[in-house]
């Protein structure tokens, strides 16, 4: 499944539409960001997450968006079921995050 960007505009509504929804918090001069970023393509065509939705949000020009998820750190990872924030995580760590996706199934 490839990787949707989302904006202030559209977040809201999106993240309510599908079950399960992982976001990745960025911004352009993030380095860690820059090198998780085919990490993050991968796992969004990993079978075991084939039912999760990946999105990417640009920290900085998306302040509603960051705002729901209390972005502290970049690049920062948040899980959303039914619209509902469940938990996050800074890290550019990939173990990091495939134990958030862990707490969507």
């Known amino acids: 499944m490839a990787v949707e960007v989302l904006t202030d505009e559209n977040f809201k509504t999106e993240i309510s539409k599908g079950n399960k929804a992982v976001v990745k918090y960025f911004a352009g001069w993030c380095g ?33 968006a960051r705002k729901v998820a209390g972005v502290t750190n970049l690049p920062f990872f948040a899980i959303f079921k039914d619209g509902e924030l469940v938990d996050t995580v800074a890290s550019s760590k990939e173990e990091a995050v495939l134990e958030l996706l862990e707490k969507l199934n």
């Open 32 to 64: 860690s960001c820059r090198l998780f970023a085919p990490k993050f393509k991968r796992l969004s065509n990993d079978e075991r997450f084939s039912d999760v939705a990946f999105i990417d949000v640009d920290a900085e020009k998306n302040p509603d």
